[in-house]
């Protein structure tokens, strides 16, 4: 289960989200999703979005959207292929992964799509 964030005005911790919006089940206060993704980045924390736009954390499963060449061994990546358990990383390539048949392996948010 991922973590909600905390309500900005009563710091209730009850808080759920529902058509896009957190909810404050406690003062009734309403916030947009995007508006705390974007509280995060502020806070430090990056905020990994798959090609859709969908927030991406560890241990999600996501397919790849689009056929990717492989460098050195002439491979391909097929549209389709289904990667679980991604890793998140700060680097050039956002995702760390392992796809059967290929082996370890360093993706782009922007070529995943969250399942």
């Keep these: 289960m991922s973590a909600l964030p905390a309500c900005s005005k009563c710091n209730s911790e009850y808080t759920y989200e529902d058509n896009g919006m957190y909810i404050c089940p406690e003062c009734a206060h309403e916030w947009p999703v995007q508006q705390a993704a974007a509280e995060s980045v502020e806070e430090g924390n ?10 991406l954390q560890d241990g999600d499963t996501v397919t790849v959207i689009k056929d990717l060449k492989l460098k050195g061994s002439g491979g391909t990546i097929k549209v389709g ?3 679980k358990n991604i890793r998140l990383v700060d680097s050039d390539h956002d995702i760390d992964c392992k796809i059967d048949g290929f082996g370890a392996m360093s993706l782009k948010t922007e070529f995943v799509k969250k399942v």
Excluded: E, F
């Design 81 to 83: 292929t289904k990667v």
């Design 46 to 55: 990056k905020v990994y979005r798959d090609s859709t736009g969908t927030i």
